[in-house]
């Protein structure tokens, strides 16, 4: 069973570009035909897309939010990454990954992220 947690530093200021990571058990994120997401949902809002890389390293992006995210991954480590540029108050919620055979089966428990300065 693939088990995903995610980790980020919690609390950041405006303008900061923290980078959250999913460390991922169970299995490979270099399995064919797995994608590995990140989502968000923000207070009161619905879950949010924000990008994925594949099992081969191609990468997907939002189109609201492609300017601001970057998604890599760490193969030795078994585990990818989210970088969000220039954070705003638009942008604290609670940061999944996820992933799944041409779907999103699993999921992390998910991180709180706040902006304040």
């Known amino acids: 069973q693939v088990q995903l947690q995610e980790s980020g530093p919690g609390l950041v200021k405006p303008s900061q570009t923290p980078s959250l990571t999913c460390t991922v058990s169970g299995g490979s994120i270099t399995t064919n035909y797995y994608y590995w997401s990140w989502i968000r949902q923000a207070p009161g809002k619905g879950l949010e897309w924000m990008g994925a890389?594949?099992?081969?390293?191609?990468?997907y992006d939002s189109p609201s939010l492609k300017s601001r995210t970057s998604i890599s991954r760490d193969t030795a480590k078994n585990q990818f990454t989210l970088q969000l540029s220039s954070v705003t108050p638009e942008d604290p919620a609670v940061y999944y990954c996820?992933?799944?055979?041409?779907?999103?089966?699993?999921w992390g428990k998910g991180t709180l992220v706040t902006v304040s300065a």
């Open positions: 890389i594949a099992y081969s390293g191609s990468l």
């Open positions: 996820a992933s799944g055979h041409y779907d999103m089966a699993y």
